[in-house]
């Protein structure tokens, strides 16, 4: 297996890994409940749910489409093959 085949593939698992990661964290959930205060005692009021790495997820998704395109990109790239074909020169008699 050539050299750049190899970074080729290198760069798709770590654009589908890093794509899985983000997901992954995009999906953790975390419950909050709210309290407030009356005449010194705090009482809970409701609960509410966060989602605390959805940013942190959607840009490592982003991030691993962009590492995928480009891992596409430059397995596309060395596809390209120049072919020059030469005529065979014929002795006249």
């Known amino acids: 297996m050539s050299e750049s085949r190899t970074v080729s593939i290198m760069l798709f698992v770590l654009g589908l890994f890093l794509i899985a990661i983000g997901i992954g964290l995009s999906t953790i959930t975390q419950t909050v409940t709210r309290y407030e205060n009356f005449y010194g005692y705090s009482i809970p009021v409701g ?13 490592l998704v982003i991030f691993g489409i962009i590492v995928l395109i480009g891992a596409f990109i430059l397995t596309q790239k060395k596809k390209t093959v120049t072919m020059t074909t030469e005529m065979p020169k014929t002795e006249q008699v």
């Open 47 to 59: 609960q509410e749910t966060i989602q605390p790495y959805v940013g942190i997820g959607a840009v």
